[in-house]
């Protein structure tokens, strides 16, 4: 103890000497063995312990050094380095949590450094003070509270000096804790508005692309009513909105479709199952997922092409005309007296529907044509497709009329598609009827799909078998009137009152006498007999024959029951002008119903080798498309007079 005091007396007279005075100051060495350590460490030192010549003749001054206060000890015993380390990252939590970022990275490092070591000496020599058995030494609260040394000194001590012990910071606090300026953050005076719940949240797996809107809530603002659905999961899209339902919508990690679970997946069978049982494939679960409102969308088109070889140049008119405001999820093209190359056509239809769409099946009598185009993300709820084609000429081997006929089952609903070509003629009514007769006989359909109705089928008529049924073609039904008084109808009519035309029309007569199309519908008729055009203009057939106009291309389907099949649109194609038929096009809504696994399944198979041709053709079509702007853009022409 000795030691220490003595090398307390040296460093004493050491500092305590201002500089440039000779004279050393004269204090008490009980009370600066403390400030001594505190003095030692200080940047100028030296400056900091001048006094002046009032505290020579006894007088106190502020600056007199003051017994320190012990340091502030955490609950656990710890080293000097863990409570910096522990104030340097509640400082760096405080920056990154300060809005107005009015910290430094570089000052806080240089400060924490400097705080480090004088924070080390300082607590060294509190510990060899409070190791001396020196009895003038007391405990810090003892001095400043009841020593008489210090109990006078309160009239010459500055405001902040006279503050209670409780309302002073710590003086480890000053030498450790970075001078750093804090701003107060700047608080809302009123109410945050309320989020929108149209806003886009950052997380990839809830973005949506434009092609898989959920198109109901569209359709449904609009019109009132579903136009069409999308194969999004439609109860995922409807939470999103806020940042839980985001939340929620990251059930799968890489997409937006609905979460399988372990358990369903063992307990799940495609190839056994019931209407309402949990996890079959073409079960209700299923269906609601992907059609919420149980209504399939059906695009059915017909064209009598007259042979032609060359195709139109653009066929988006035909399929994606521009009063549709969605596209379907179906489509069904028949086509009567088809091109020579049937291949080049289905490569065409592919090429126009593009990649949102794969050819289910293709079947052909002749020329006679029919294809099947589904949405991709449909196919795994398709059975087999199954066709057969009937010939209603006398000679077989002549293949120009007839019918051919595809089925399939789509959940529990069975389709059958029928596009034909009756007996040509005005007068020929009788051969158009024997026609239909034996095609509904002689189309043996269907061969290996369950009847999904047994009890309402009859063996004579194809058409009974089946819940949805669509029959379109060239059936050639005239208008039994002349065409000088078609003409006058024609040009009379106001708007698309077609009435009193259809007043004469052969087959709206068959129907309503029972004759042909028994249980069959067609919706009304708002659009210009399709029949006889002369090619490439709208001008009706000016040849020798002088043809009446009349409405040859039709389409009628029937269902087994009421209401299933909603009408949408029903018009003729007047952009289409390469034959003397125009096309007739109609949408249609068909109810569906939850069916059985065990179905033979199509197992998701289409026509790839037309999928990837159609898609080629459709990048090359682009590129060129680009090309051709691009230098028409660069492109100039000067003249020189």
Same mark, same amino acid.
């Given at each position: ?307 032609? *070889? $060359? #195709? +139109? ?7 994606? @005309?521009? =009063?549709?405001?969605?596209?379907? !999820? ?116 269907? *061969? $290996? #799909? +369950? ?7 009859? @063996?004579? =008529?194809?058409?009974?078998?089946? !819940? ?117 096009? $109609? ?55």
């Amino acid at each position: 103890m000795a030691g220490h005091e003595r090398m307390g007396d040296s460093l004493l007279r050491q500092y305590a000497e201002a500089p440039g005075q000779g004279d050393p100051v004269v204090v008490d060495s009980r009370a600066l063995k403390t400030p001594l350590v505190t003095a030692k460490f200080s940047r100028e030192p030296k400056d900091a312990l001048k006094l002046s010549a009032t505290c020579a003749e006894g007088a106190v001054s502020p600056y007199q050094p003051r017994p320190p206060s012990q340091p502030r000890l955490s609950g656990k015993s710890c080293s000097v380095e863990e409570n910096l380390i522990t104030r340097r990252l509640k400082n760096s939590q405080e920056s990154l949590s300060d809005p107005t970022e009015t910290g430094s990275s570089t000052d806080s490092l240089r400060e924490d450094q400097a705080a480090l070591v004088a924070g080390t000496l300082l607590l060294r020599g509190a510990a060899t003070i409070r190791n001396s058995k020196d009895a003038n030494v007391r405990p810090v609260s003892a001095v400043t509270r009841g020593s008489p040394v210090f109990r006078d000194r309160g009239r010459s001590l500055s405001e902040y000096e006279r503050r209670p012990t409780s309302q002073q910071s710590d003086p480890v606090d000053h030498l450790v804790r970075p001078a750093k300026v804090r701003l107060t953050p700047v608080q809302p005076t009123g109410t945050l508005p309320a989020l929108e719940k149209s806003f886009a949240t950052l997380r990839a797996a809830n973005r949506i692309d434009r092609d898989c809107l959920d198109y109901a809530v569209l359709a449904r603002e609009k019109h009132g009513e579903r136009l069409h659905r999308n194969l999004s999961d439609s109860r995922l899209l409807e939470n999103m909105g806020s940042d839980s339902a985001s939340v929620n919508s990251m059930r799968s990690n890489y997409s937006v479709l609905s979460p399988i679970r372990p358990q369903d997946v063992r307990n799940r069978s495609f190839l056994e199952g019931s209407v309402l049982g949990s996890g079959a494939l073409l079960g209700a679960e299923e269906l609601d997922r992907y059609f919420p409102d149980r209504r399939l969308g059906i695009y059915v088109a017909t064209w009598n092409m007259q042979g032609e *070889k $060359g #195709l +139109p140049s653009n066929l988006d008119d035909l399929l994606l @005309p521009t =009063d549709s405001e969605f596209a379907q !999820d179906f489509y069904i093209i028949g086509v009567q007296e088809g091109c020579p190359d049937r291949r080049e056509w289905e490569t065409r239809l592919q090429e126009t529907l593009g990649p949102y769409y794969v050819m289910l099946y293709a079947a052909s009598h002749g020329v006679l044509y029919l294809s099947v185009f589904v949405r991709r993300d449909l196919i795994w709820f398709c059975s087999e497709v199954e066709h057969a084609t009937v010939t209603t000429r006398i000679i077989s081997q002549i293949k120009t009329k007839g019918a051919v006929g595809l089925a399939f089952t789509f959940f529990g609903t069975s389709f059958l598609f029928i596009t034909s070509h009756f007996t040509s003629g005005d007068s020929k009514v009788y051969e158009r009827i024997l026609d239909y007769n034996k095609i509904v006989e002689a189309l043996a359909l269907p *061969k $290996g #799909l +369950p009847d999904t109705n047994p009890y309402r089928s009859t @063996p004579s =008529d194809v058409t009974t078998r089946f !819940d949805q049924v669509f029959w379109f073609g060239d059936f050639n039904f005239r208008i039994s009137k002349d065409r000088v008084d078609v003409e006058s109808i024609i040009n009379r009519t106001v708007g698309e009152n077609m009435g009193p035309l259809l007043e004469h029309d052969q087959l709206s007569k068959e129907i309503k006498e029972g004759s042909i199309f028994k249980g069959f519908q067609e919706a009304p008729i708002h659009f210009r007999p399709t029949y006889k055009f002369d090619v490439g203009c709208d001008i009706y057939d000016t040849t020798s024959k002088q043809r009446t106009p009349s409405y040859t291309d039709r389409i009628l389907f029937r269902n087994r029951q009421a209401d299933d099949i909603k009408v949408v649109k029903y018009t003729s194609c007047c952009g289409i002008k390469t034959s003397d038929h125009r096309p007739v096009i $109609g949408v249609f809504q068909v109810k569906l119903r939850p069916g059985r696994d065990n179905i033979p399944l199509g197992a998701g198979q289409f026509d790839r080798g037309l999928y990837l041709e159609g898609i080629r053709r459709r990048i090359t079509r682009e590129l060129k498309r680009r090309e051709a702007m691009k230098n028409q853009g660069s492109s100039t022409i000067c003249t020189i007079s």
